[in-house]
């Protein structure tokens, strides 16, 4: 249900930096107030996401769980084997 996404974005590695709630899509996430084009770690609290590399949902995507890592993910390493790099600029719900 995406109702019940909920997603922490955090500006650098391991939990550090400016951070910010999720619990909708971001087609850009500039637009909603993020300075940078780059998510340093995530944390899932619940639900699932994909992340995009590019605006609209283009680009590497990247599958996020609350599951997965206890739903921690401090490095863009643990993102997936392909993950190559920590830019981010969308971000949706999976139902």
């Not at 084009?37 to 590497?60: D, I, K, T």
Request: with cysteine; aromatic share 16%; net charge positive.
């Amino acid at each position: 249900n995406h109702r019940d996404c909920k997603m922490t974005i955090f500006e650098k590695e391991n939990f550090l930096g400016r951070k910010g709630e999720l619990s909708d899509d971001y087609p850009s996430l500039q637009a909603m107030g993020w300075c940078n084009n780059e998510v340093g770690s995530f944390r899932v609290q619940s639900g699932a996401w994909v992340c995009y590399q590019y605006p609209g949902y283009r680009g590497f995507q990247y599958i996020l769980e609350c599951d997965r890592h206890s739903g921690e993910y401090k490095h863009w390493r643990e993102w997936g084997s392909h993950a190559q790099t920590f830019q981010i600029q969308s971000i949706r719900r999976i139902q």
